[in-house]
T-cell receptor, first 110, second 112 residues
Framework: GQQLNQSPQSMFIQEGEDVSMNCTSS?????WLWYKQEPGEGPVLLIA?????ELTSNGRLTAQFGITRKDSFLNISASIPSDVGIYFC??????????FGTGTSLTVIP | DVKVTQSSRYLVKRTGEKVFLECVQD?????MFWYRQDPGLGLRLIYF???????EKGDIPEGYSVSREKKERFSLILESASTNQTSMYLC???????????FGPGTRLTVL
């Protein structure tokens, strides 16, 4: 299936720094989802966005649904070591399936 | 909270064995999915089901079959396991009202 373009592919940051990542698509989405996956675990839903322009927070995480409906952004403020993992975006297609981003691997250096 | 459970976290099987992976959800959702996840290849859809006894092939159905006899349970079957089916298997549900997908904890399958 189609993959969403996600960047950056990986990030190495110092504890306390802010993190930004984004996801783009060639087609329009009505929903954007952001997940975090730790090694050996299933993806955990962090934030769901349902409306163009929407800005939603979950603790130190903030995600935005791009106004064109073809992109979305995730920011993590004041990173901590437990933020380590792979973050990926996803969106449902008009059928019953989902498209997934290629993932951003985050490493936080204490 | 949506709860998706998978029958095993880790499984080791031998080539040629028949393998059953089970997924159970607790909220009466119609749509259920099986993915496999491999390094560098991301999540790939194997099969999904949109209702009891209804199924559709995903991107990589070869070597797999599925069963959905009850709404809450979706099983993935490897008829004759092969080493190239060593992978992380993830079950998911789609919450129809919000178009949101929730995943189970995953089953790490190793085929020797």
């Amino acid at each position: 299936g189609q993959q969403l373009n996600q960047s950056p592919q990986s990030m190495f940051i110092q504890e306390g720094e802010d993190v930004s990542m984004n996801c783009t698509s060639s087609s329009i989405f009505n929903t954007w989802l952001w997940y975090k996956q730790e090694p050996g675990e299933g993806p955990v839903l962090l934030i769901a966005l349902y409306k163009a322009g929407e800005l939603t927070s979950n603790g130190r995480l903030t995600a935005q649904f791009g106004i064109t409906r073809k992109d979305s952004f995730l920011n993590i403020s004041a990173s901590i070591p437990s933020d380590v993992g792979i973050y990926f975006c996803a969106g449902p297609n008009t059928g019953n399936q989902f498209y997934f981003g290629t993932g951003t691997s985050l490493t936080v250096i204490p | 909270d949506v709860k998706v459970t998978q029958s095993s976290r880790y499984l080791v099987k031998r080539t040629g064995e028949k393998v059953f992976l089970e997924c159970v959800q607790d909220m009466d959702h119609e749509n259920m999915f099986w993915y496999r996840q491999d390094p560098g290849l991301g999540l790939r859809l194997i099969y999904f089901s949109y209702d009891v006894k209804m199924k559709e092939k995903g991107d990589i159905p070869e070597g797999y079959s599925v069963s959905r006899e009850k709404k809450e349970r979706f099983s993935l079957i490897l008829e004759s396991a092969s080493t190239n089916q060593t992978s992380m298997y993830l079950c998911a549900i789609r919450q129809g009202a919000t178009d949101t997908q929730y995943f189970g904890p995953g089953t790490r399958l190793t085929v020797l």
